[in-house]
């Protein structure tokens, strides 16, 4: 994106490329606001149907984290139709025309070409109120940390392609990634954060460093506070690790200190995920309460994982 001319300010345009915030937002009229975003990529399960619905989850999540609705969406597919057949495309279609209805939107067309590598994804619009805009951006200095899914999604499901995991694991994960982050988005419409975004491909350090960094400030995260799939740290520890997660580690090394944190727990922290949960940051008073409901709500994995701290010498610090 560097390497694209510099656009002139449009007041219009809330959100753009300067945060590398989670969607666009753009203001239509003073009470309507357009939130724009795409998402796609290669199968990551066997199952096509639940490919649909993973992939419908992951791009719907970026208006969620916006603090919209998400309203129409338009399918974007590559295929090789001729060596998979029209099936297994309609059962991925019907997949994410579910997931679609579930979270209210519509599914108003979208485009396809003949590809050698399966890869589906959706363009998703949504709405927001202009001034109730959530940006990953904003968090303040004695907040806390929430998040709303566990970790480890991306070391499970190359587990998966590896054969290491158990049918229980292979199904919690799956479900996992295919739950929708409505119900947290929705929750978090009674409180005051300060902070939003969707854990996703840069991992919860990642995307936590991106918020530290647009925030000025630091984060403290606690390592025992963190929800983490069940084998995820077993398979790390066995060298079951996605090249996007070891990327992350590598990209992150000059912005964390990790206090007595063993390499393949790092490696958790890092990893690359596919439909994550929120990651949220606001005072501590309201973030318990909302943990509480998320909970109640059936958000079983929802904690409080950190804190926020006036700047330091690093944005990431993990402790035990």
Request: glycine content about 10%; some cysteine; hydrophobic content about 40%.
């Amino acid at each position: 994106m560097r390497q694209l001319p510099k656009q002139e300010p449009v007041p219009e345009l809330l959100v753009g490329l300067d945060t590398s915030d989670d969607a666009g937002v753009y203001q239509i009229t003073d009470s309507i606001a357009l939130i724009q975003t795409v998402d796609y990529f290669t199968p990551i399960v066997d199952d096509p149907y639940m490919f649909g619905q993973i992939t419908a989850a992951n791009a719907l999540s970026d208006v969620y984290a916006m603090g919209g609705e998400p309203k129409t969406v338009m399918n974007i597919v590559g295929f090789p139709i001729k060596k998979l057949g029209a099936e297994m495309l309609a059962d991925i279609l019907r997949g994410a025309a579910d997931k679609v209805k579930e979270a209210g939107a519509i599914t108003v067309g979208g485009h396809s070409i003949d590809d050698q590598e399966p890869k589906f994804g959706l363009s998703v619009t949504g709405i927001v109120h202009p001034d109730k805009v959530w940006k990953n951006v904003g968090a303040k200095p004695g907040d806390v940390l929430v998040l709303t899914k566990p970790i480890g999604v991306g070391i499970i499901t190359t587990g998966i392609k590896r054969s290491a995991v158990t049918l229980e694991q292979e199904q919690i994960v799956t479900e996992t990634m295919a739950t929708l982050n409505k119900v947290a988005s929705e929750v978090l419409t009674d409180f005051h954060p300060h902070a939003v975004t969707d854990v996703t491909g840069f991992g919860l350090l990642g995307h936590g460093c991106e918020m530290a960094r647009g925030s000025e400030v630091s984060f403290e995260f606690s390592l025992a506070q963190v929800p983490v799939l069940e084998g995820a740290l077993e398979l790390a520890e066995n060298g079951v690790v996605p090249g996007g997660s070891k990327a992350n580690h590598k990209w992150l090394a000059d912005d964390v200190v990790y206090e007595d944190i063993l390499a393949e727990e790092q490696l958790v922290l890092c990893d690359a995920i596919t439909s994550g949960g929120l990651f949220v940051a606001l005072n501590e008073q309201e973030a318990v309460e909302y943990v509480d409901k998320l909970r109640s709500r059936g958000l079983a994995y929802a904690s409080i994982v950190g804190r926020v701290t006036e700047k330091k010498d690093k944005y990431i610090y993990v402790k035990r």
